[in-house]
């Protein structure tokens, strides 16, 4: 079990399947580089059944193998887009084929318009047949049983071909000859084929929801053409909704059109909570174990987070992939510059609620200013870019309120929610929140701006504090403007502070005094007496000795 499924685990929320170890919390690095992230395909194989469903599939194959197919069948699977229809087909070939039932494919959303479809329909079933052993006569009759729908669209190719020579000439009076024969004998011909047959022939037509509602009624008309053949048993795969609202016209329900189609239909199962679950948390650890650095977890946070924003998103195994693969990218792209819970939360709303994500630039102050000392109140913009993302976020209003109760602290104010002052910035900024302005740019804008640059010299300068030589080393290793702001930014940690790094520190820093440029300084500005050393106490709570000036060298030293 992995470190994110082990802190589910923890708070309730993840599988129990077993015992963890000390060596379950952090990816190894033989482990991330084995991760290879799975795409947004259909699975082919009852292995890769991680739901399931191969149990339902093989009962639905055995279901339609048991229908008297002596005139045809047409059956449906039900779902709606990315709940593994597809998957689904897949997982009952095996049972198809076990039986001997040779299944061909089409998919008409490789064509357009309703002569294309109709010609391609019976080209590609006829090309499939004629290389199946015993059926290549069968797919012959089928073509030309096709003929007789096809247009004419290449009749201005066959002057040429006519000058060329009487060969072409032959073909073409061959061709508009069995023209002439009418549908009538060629479906004898063809029916007389297929009644033979010992075995029936399974037609797959998928993706036929991705359609414009034009195609969706040309697809089901020609089904409904084709659907009398002996021996041919149509498995048509689409969304319900989308379908019957395509197929409805002149007052006419398209379900009721629909029920004088279908013989048979299996509605997909749901997934369970708790499957989908499992799903989530593999392919999220998969995605991260392939990082170097995907940065900290908050492991208080992470389940609320996981269960109020993320998990409300995520309907499917194609929502579960389409996660996994933003987060690989944006956390590989971070570095572990932010919080690791925060940008799964915000991947999860840039990937499944993109109107939401594209006001988030525009509402950084609305989510980010901390409430003011002044008695004027908010400025009314900030309350209206808040306003707006939920407003953005339609049906899903709970989750863009949960977002900013998790994520932006200080624009809980307006939603309702506490108040917190600028004092709270600091931590948000050595925590790496999206919560702070600069932390939520980066993320934004994958760019570092002058004020983070600088907090990121002083967490250098932080890690030396205790130890005067480092700290002085690595802070005259920085230019003298850049030095001021990352003495400024220091002013982060000022909550933080112990005795160990009181003497170190403020010797360090007045020994740089002299060194930094005369510039205008701002309230927030580092200065000897500010807040940033004010407090230079011993560990027994006593004064701690100020440092010493030596009058030689003029350099502080301790006393």
Not at 449 to 477: I, K, N
């Amino acid at each position: 079990m992995s470190w994110i499924s082990k802190i589910l685990r923890w708070s309730g929320i993840g599988p129990r399947s077993r015992q963890t170890s000390e060596h379950d919390s952090v990816p190894s690095s033989r482990a991330r580089s084995n991760v290879v992230l799975t795409g947004d395909n259909p699975i082919r194989r009852v292995e890769d059944d991680t739901l399931g469903r191969g149990v339902v599939a093989r009962s639905f194959a055995q279901q339609v193998l048991a229908l008297d197919v002596r005139e045809g069948v047409v059956v449906g699977v039900l779902g709606a887009w990315g709940s593994g229809k597809t998957s689904f087909v897949n997982l009952a070939r095996e049972e198809f084929e076990r039986a001997g039932v040779p299944i061909l494919d089409f998919n008409p959303w490789m064509f357009s318009g309703a002569e294309q479809l109709v010609e391609s329909f019976f080209v590609e079933l006829a090309a499939q047949l004629k290389i199946r052993p015993g059926l290549a006569e069968v797919g012959r009759d089928l073509e030309d049983y096709g003929e007789t729908f096809s247009g004419m669209a290449w009749l201005p190719l066959v002057g040429p071909w006519i000058e060329r020579g009487r060969g072409a000439t032959r073909i073409l009076g061959k061709i508009l000859q069995r023209r002439k024969e009418g549908v009538g004998g060629r479906r004898a011909k063809l029916e007389r084929a297929l009644a033979v047959l010992t075995k029936p022939i399974a037609v797959v037509l998928d993706d036929i929801d991705r359609l414009s509602t034009p195609e969706i009624r040309d697809v089901f008309k020609l089904v409904r053409l084709t659907a009398s053949f002996p021996h041919i048993i149509y498995i048509v795969a689409f969304d319900r909704l989308r379908v019957e609202k395509a197929l409805a016209e002149q007052g006419v329900p398209g379900r009721d059109y629909l029920e004088k189609i279908l013989q048979v239909a299996v509605d997909l199962p749901a997934i369970p909570s708790h499957v989908l679950n499992r799903q989530i948390f593999s392919a999220v650890d998969g995605a991260l174990a392939a990082i170097e650095t995907p940065g900290s977890l908050d492991e208080q946070a992470w389940p609320d987070i996981f269960m109020e924003i993320i998990r409300p998103l995520i309907r499917n195994m194609r929502d579960v992939r389409r996660y996994a693969a933003a987060i690989h990218g944006t956390a590989g792209a971070l570095h572990g510059q932010i919080t690791l819970a925060d940008v799964l939360a915000l991947e999860a709303v840039r990937v499944f609620l993109p109107d939401v994500f594209g006001r988030l630039h525009g509402a950084v102050d609305g989510l980010t200013t901390t409430s003011g000392l002044s008695t004027g109140g908010d400025p009314p913009q900030l309350k209206a870019q808040i306003a707006g993302l939920v407003e953005a976020a339609e049906t899903h209003g709970d989750v863009v309120r949960a977002m900013i109760e998790r994520l932006f602290p200080a624009a809980q104010r307006h939603v309702g929610g506490s108040h917190y002052g600028g004092d709270s910035k600091g931590r948000w900024l050595r925590e790496r929140r999206v919560a702070h302005e600069d932390i939520l740019r980066l993320y934004l804008e994958r760019v570092a701006g002058e004020g983070l640059q600088a907090f990121t010299d002083a967490e250098q300068a932080w890690a030396r504090m205790a130890d005067c030589d480092a700290l002085d080393v690595y802070l005259r290793s920085l230019d003298a403007d850049r030095l001021q702001d990352v003495i400024a930014s220091l002013e982060a940690y000022q909550d933080q502070f112990a005795p160990e790094h009181v003497v170190p520190g403020t010797i360090v820093l007045l020994n740089l005094l002299p060194d930094l440029p005369k510039r205008q300084r701002g309230c927030s500005s580092w200065t000897p007496n500010s807040s940033l050393l004010a407090l230079p106490i011993d560990s027994c709570g006593h004064c701690a000795p100020p440092p010493r000036r030596n009058l030689l060298c003029g350099r502080y030293c301790p006393s």
